[in-house]
C-alpha cells in the first residue's frame, strides 16, 4: 500500500490518498477541503481513484467529501453511523468555522468495528475508536504497518474530547486496548501533524502516560 500526504483546509488537515502499487486504483481519506489541490496529487501519483474513506464527522475531514463523489462517481464508506449528527450538521459546523457553506452527504456504507474495506484489491481493517467522536473509525493495513487515525492520535498529542459527545475515557481506551495492540512497529498517518508510530507513542506520549 502506497500513500501521499495533501495538507488541505485552514486547519492543514492530512488528507490521504492510499492506492495499490499493483493495480495503481486507490481512496482518497477525510477529503476535508480543496478539491483542486487533492486532484493535483492524484494525478502525479497516477492513481485512479475507486472510493471515499472517512474517519469522523469533522468539517475539515469531509468538507470536501459531496463535491469530490459527486465530480468523480466516487462511493463513500465511513465513519460509524454513530458520527451521522455531525455530518448532517455540515451547515452548522461550516458557520462555526467560517468554511464556505457544503452540502451534506449520507455514507454508501456506514462501518463497525470489525470490518474490512477494499482499495485497489488490498484490504484494511476497520477499528472503531470513539472518544474525539462517537463514530471515529480507523483504517488499518497490516501487510504494510500503516494506519490512517485521522484524529484519535497524533505524535505527542492526542484528540479533543470536549466536543458534543466526546469522551476522554473512550478515547484512551480505544488508543491503549484496539490501536496499540496492533504493533509497535505501526506506522500511523494522523489528522493533523507528523506521522509517528504505535511504539513510539506508547513509550513517550504525555497524554497516555499512567
Known sequence: MKYAIVPVTPFQQN????????????????????VARIMRAVEQ????????????GHLDHVGAVHPLAEKLGL????????????????SQQCQMFGF?????????????????????????????????????VVFHHAPTKLAVVGD???AGSIGRTDFPKGNHGDLIRA??????????????IPGHGPMSTFGEERLYNP????
Do not use: Y
Open 175 to 188: 488508543i491503549k486496548e484496539k490501536l496499540f495492540p496492533l504493533g509497535d512497529d505501526v506506522a500511523f
Open 45 to 56: 501519483h497516477g492513481v485512479r481513484l475507486e472510493k471515499i474513506l472517512v474517519t469522523h
Open 207 to 210: 497524554f497516555l502516560n499512567d
Open 75 to 90: 462511493p463513500i464508506e465511513g465513519p460509524h453511523r454513530d458520527d451521522d449528527f455531525w455530518i448532517q450538521g455540515m
Open 152 to 154: 484519535v492520535l497524533f
Open 100 to 136: 464556505p457553506p457544503t452540502p451534506t452527504f449520507t455514507p454508501d456504507r456506514w462501518l463497525v468495528d470489525g470490518d474490512t474495506v477494499t482499495v485497489g484489491g488490498e484490504t484494511l481493517d476497520v477499528v472503531h475508536c470513539p472518544g474525539h467522536t462517537p463514530g471515529h
Open 15 to 34: 488528507c490521504s490518498i492510499l492506492w495499490s502499487e499493483a493495480t495503481m486504483q486507490g481512496a482518497v481519506v477525510d477529503p476535508g477541503g480543496d
